[in-house]
């Protein structure tokens, strides 16, 4: 199993979100305390924000059924695997995908999913194929993808608004009909 010190930088690096409300150590939950135990000597010397970051991921920490903990755990020995510079990409990319909108962070995730359930050798084809562009038709074909994202995206959220989807529109059989 992990060591507490790794388990404690995991939470702080995947459940990095702002909140304040410094506290006194003392006034910590028990099994917080458990979870955040190699903090407690420098507990007050830390900010408002990354206290309130730590809680946050310790009591996702203490909400996660075994299986869950264990899947982090892998992936944060996978994390630790990476070159710096590959983290930084990483931590990049996920800093701009934060900055999507909703519609847009829901449509890259179904755009994933559709790539993973390619088979294997489709994928490494259209990996190759990308690899294999000029920076500029790189840059056009990124930008076209935008603009079609932006679209769908538009069209999502203005069917959500007006309470219809193209599934909820009548066929234009069932209009004849009626």
Known sequence: MIDTLRVMSLIGILFSIQIGNAEEWSVLGAEIKQVLAPFENKWNEINESRQGTLKLGAQ??????????????????????????????????FTEFRKLSPGQRKLLRERGRQFRQLP????????????KMSPEKKARALERLKRRNRALVKSRDAARVSGHSEHDRPSKESRTRQ
């Not at 203490?62 to 994390?79: A, G, H």
């Not at 489709?122 to 194929?129: F, G, H, S, T």
């Open 60 to 93: 996702r920490w203490i909400n996660m059924e075994e299986s869950q903990r264990s899947d982090m755990s892998m992936r944060y020995e996978r994390w630790l695997g990476l070159s710096p510079k590959k983290r930084e990409q990483l931590s990049k990319r």
């Open 120 to 131: 294997k050798a489709r994928q490494d084809k259209l990996r190759a194929r990308f690899s």
